[in-house]
């Protein structure tokens, strides 16, 4: 494996799931996340050709989801400003090569389990339920976790809102006098 695919699933704390590169785990993942890849090139490659079309790339790697660019409605226009923006496009980038940088030395760095509950919710058309295990990956860092699938891709908000907003209600209802 690579150093650009390790660093990414040491951050993620998907590293002992994924051992070589011909498990098709490794090949689901890189093609749901390529743009993991792309944004962490170094200065200013990314941004330059992202800068270049700005909608274009977000349009591509927004919309390629199950629920296309329609799941975005009213809001697309807006995120598509925000992303025309250079420097939106340069923090997205930094924040990207953080995670498979000077996050990960943090990350490995804490070997202290969270104590608050923790929610976890994925969907279950993205690749997440195809590759892993969140539940159990996320126990390995967390002492109360819960969660579970729901019936949507990776934009949840967009694609579930009620059901999002139930979820974290819940949730949090469930927590308030926790410590």
């Not at 749901?32 to 270049?52: D, K, Q, S, T, V």
């Not at 490995?108 to 994925?122: Q, S």
Request: contains cysteine; aromatic residues 10%.
């Amino acid at each position: 494996m690579d150093a650009v695919a390790t660093a990414f699933l040491k951050r993620h704390e998907f590293h002992h799931r994924v051992v070589s590169n011909s498990s098709p785990h490794t090949d689901a993942l890189a093609r749901a996340y390529w743009h993991w890849f792309f944004l962490i090139l170094p200065p200013p490659r990314p941004e330059r050709m992202i800068g270049a079309d700005p909608d274009a790339f977000w349009r591509e790697k927004c919309g390629d989801g199950p629920g296309g660019l329609e799941i975005f409605g009213e809001a697309l226009e807006e995120y598509l400003t925000a992303f025309r923006d250079p420097e939106a496009i340069r923090a997205s980038c930094d924040d990207y090569r953080a995670a498979a940088n000077i996050d990960i030395a943090h990350d490995d760095a804490d070997n202290t389990k969270l104590a608050m509950p923790m929610l976890c919710l994925w969907g279950a058309k993205g690749v997440i339920e195809q590759c892993f295990d969140p539940l159990a990956l996320w126990r390995e860092r967390a002492s109360d976790v819960r969660g579970h699938t729901l019936p949507c891709g990776h934009y949840m908000p967009e694609e579930l809102p009620r059901e999002i907003t139930r979820e974290l209600t819940d949730f949090f209802g469930d927590h308030v006098n926790s410590p």
